[in-house]
């Protein structure tokens, strides 16, 4: 697996943002059957004020997120609730998965709120930014599901408890 990864804020490589992302990457990929040696991969780890301006020129929304993706094609599934369809490697036996942002400030602050550590919050969002690079998403209700059902299996299997339980 090739990744490219940016630390834009020091603070990641305190927890190890770089191997977070190789775990969240493999256990997506075989989960889903996709083979990881394929894949590529670039993470920006950034603050607050650089997602928030990303958040503002890619979504017109000027304020802090937790996790941005720019997928590097439109893989969602036409129906409501259907699995999208799997990546194909180019000629060159690559698979180009896109672009994940992740922002320090509002990762730590939604996990200390949850009573999480801050290395499963962020692995939990780095799970759920590349299942977006892969066509996954939470618009509609049935799409939600899977796409919350999957992220809950696939960090169960990484040790992480289900981050949709409110029963905590």
Known sequence: MIID???????????????QVQAAAIAVLDRLGIDP?????????????????????????PTPTNVLSWPAEERAAEIEGDMPEPPEADPFGAIELGDIAIAF?????????????LEAHATHLLVHGILHLLGF???????????????TEILGK?????????DK
């Open 37 to 61: 040696e394929e894949a590529e991969l670039s993470v920006l780890g950034c603050d607050d004020a650089r997602i928030a301006d990303l958040n503002a020129e890619f979504r017109g929304k």
């Open 137 to 151: 998403d939470h618009e509609r209700d049935r799409d939600a599901t899977l796409m919350e059902g999957l992220e």
């Open 5 to 19: 990864l940016n630390n834009e804020d020091a603070r990641w490589e305190g927890v190890g943002l770089e191997g």
């Open 105 to 117: 400030e509002t990762c730590a602050r939604e996990a200390e709120e949850a009573g999480k550590t």
């Open 158 to 166: 990484m040790g992480i408890e289900d981050p949709y339980c409110q």
